[in-house]
């Protein structure tokens, strides 16, 4: 039975069509990747998803269908987002951050400082910055602060959307490297990217949308070797972009 | 002048600063939290002493009913298990306002519950279903509810003014009475359980992180219209606590509450709206200007507090970027 199933989602902010029909799966501890052009839709994917746009189509989790979908239903349900552009609290204290991803827990009385220690352990350098304001992080280390704030709320489910953006080269493989490592502990990912790159060496199936439907859909391997998706989303422009 | 009017003006001074100082900190908790610019929190403050006067000649303030059909519009506004809170709220307000006739104590309490069940009714049913609006439109929406309430502080209490006996009489020293006495250490006891509450409670660091960023709050389960209902839950209680303190030193009148309302908000606006710390320290800044204002041309004294702004706004505007929403 899969984790998440999506079924014909289409989004519309007012009389305008961002997703069309959209329909795809996920399994326990399988990493998706949607890529795509800017503007494809594919952050409003995750935003019809949680019920933050104006969406139609089914959503089930765990083969049952969610209604009134809204961000902190489906928090409990354990589906978190790590949204694009982070939504940090830059004023708080980078420990501050995380416990507060750990919220609906701590009202639940559950103890937070072993999942604390967990994303101490993944990111030492929010460690070393745990009294600094999030503000004052770089933007790699903001990234990973937003992940780990993230893991504090226990995801079964883990939407990532553009991690990658405005990061240097090096931070994107680290942030990579994580994603991986959590991907080998059993979280099931769903990745929006437009580094295809490195979404598709990453994820095991791939979805490619295009002006709001799904343009193609497979293994992952097989869209790095696809001649669309190469010339499309893997060639030079690429390079372009990250420098 | 000497030292001993020197000494009057700054007692009486901060007096009155500490409670602008109140009420600033609760319109910049307010706006931070919802972008609402609270204009009806004077009228809030003058319900409370207003209503306990009524209690205390045994009658049921026409305040108690405003609430209680606010309270029903949030029952109906929530249903479901958000219902259970304005209503069995409403009916022990209810219950408890026919055991506090005549009953000073329970009176005191009820006053204070009264004034914020209103106030978290007030949000429920007139600013968090246009939550997605303006800043503008809510501003329009707040100065509203503060004619409209004024108005019905009019119908319900008259236009006379009370003077509820102090809660302690006789006076330390000569121009510090022993409820003034009272108002400092409210004052006083209300900072340090906010800078508790915000500095070491993670409900209180929920509130701050809603107040900074409204979608990564939501997407850790911190609940916009419950953020929304504690800021103006604190708000209230503030401000009714304010308005039983100082009931007794400056009388109590369904117009007084804008006054100090407005002087609160001038305050706020030297801290930006966004600083308590600036937004308390120019409150007492705002009550020692007000005493001496008041003592070498009191005919002015109005004016030229409000005059205060004017650099306050004109610094804030040096200093804007971007507003981001």
């Known amino acids: 039975m899969s984790l998440l199933s999506v079924q014909g989602l289409t989004v519309r902010y007012g009389p305008l069509e961002a997703v069309r029909g959209v329909t795809f799966s996920l399994k326990e501890g399988e990493a998706l990747t949607l890529i795509g052009p800017n503007g494809a839709g594919k952050t409003s994917v995750l935003r019809g998803l949680l019920g933050l746009a104006q ?84 933007g790699g280390e903001q990234q990973m602060l937003a992940i780990g704030r993230a893991l504090m709320a226990r995801p079964r489910l883990l939407l990532l959307d553009e991690p990658s953006l405005g990061l240097a080269p090096l931070m994107v493989q680290e942030i990579y490297r994580i994603l991986g490592e959590l991907k080998r502990e059993g979280t099931t990912l769903l990745l929006v990217e437009q580094n295809a790159k490195m979404a598709l060496s990453l994820a095991d199936r791939g979805l490619v949308l295009e002006a709001g439907e799904v343009a193609l859909m497979g293994p992952a391997e097989a869209l790095r070797q696809d001649p669309k998706v190469v010339e499309a989303y893997l060639g030079l422009s690429r390079e372009v972009e990250e420098g | ?189 209300s900072l340090m359980a906010l800078y508790l509450f915000f500095r070491f409670s993670l409900f209180g660091k929920a509130l701050l992180a809603a107040a900074e960023n409204r979608l990564g709050a939501r997407l850790l389960g911190i609940r916009p219209e419950e953020a929304g209902m504690v800021a103006f839950g604190i708000a209230s209680l503030l401000a009714a606590f304010s308005g039983l303190l100082l009931a007794p030193l400056i009388n109590a009148a369904y117009f007084m509450g804008f006054m100090l309302g407005l002087k609160g908000f001038v305050a706020a606006i030297l801290g930006g709206l966004a600083s308590y710390p600036v937004a308390f320290l120019g409150a007492l800044l705002v009550g020692f200007f007000e005493s001496f204002t008041s003592f070498y041309a009191s005919a002015y004294k109005e004016a030229l507090v409000f005059l205060l702004l004017v650099p306050a706004l004109f610094y804030q505007s040096l200093r804007a970027r971007t507003v981001e929403e």
């Not at chain 1, 969610?66 to 239903?73: D, I, L, Q, T």
């Not at chain 1, 978190?80 to 980078?94: D, H, K, N, T, Y």
């Open chain 1, 55 to 138: 969406a139609e189509g089914k959503v089930f989790l765990d083969g049952a269908e969610v209604r009134g979908r809204s961000p902190e239903a489906l928090l409990s349900w354990g589906l978190v987002l790590v949204p694009e552009g982070r939504a940090l609290f830059p004023g708080l204290s980078v420990e501050d951050n995380l416990l507060l991803g750990g919220f609906t827990r701590f009202r639940r009385r559950e103890n937070l400082r072993p999942d604390l220690e967990r994303v101490y352990t993944l990111f030492p350098r929010l460690l070393e910055r745990r009294r600094q304001p999030a503000g004052t992080l770089s």
């Open chain 2, 1 to 189: 002048m000497d030292a001993t009017i020197l000494s009057f003006l700054l007692l009486d001074g901060l007096q009155n600063g500490v409670v602008y100082g109140l009420l600033a900190l609760s319109l910049v908790l307010v706006f931070a939290v919802t972008r609402v610019i609270l204009v009806p929190i004077g009228e809030l403050l003058m319900f409370a002493p207003l209503s306990l006067v009524w209690l205390l000649e045994g009658k049921l303030p026409g305040t108690l009913w405003l609430a209680l059909v606010l309270g029903g519009a949030w029952a109906l506004m929530a249903r479901g298990r958000g219902a259970l809170l304005p209503l069995v709220g409403g009916v022990g307000l209810f219950l408890l306002f026919l055991l506090a006739k005549e009953v000073p104590p329970l009176a005191y309490l009820a006053a204070v519950l009264l004034v914020v069940y209103l106030g978290v009714a007030t949000y429920r049913v007139f600013f968090q279903p246009m939550r997605g609006a303006t800043v503008l439109s809510l501003l329009i929406m707040a100065v509203g509810l503060h004619v409209a309430y004024q108005g019905l502080g009019l119908v319900f209490f008259g236009p006379e003014q009370f003077r509820p006996a102090p809660l302690l009489s006789g006076e330390v020293v000569v121009g510090l009475s022993w409820q003034g006495v009272l108002v400092l250490l409210f004052a006083a006891l």
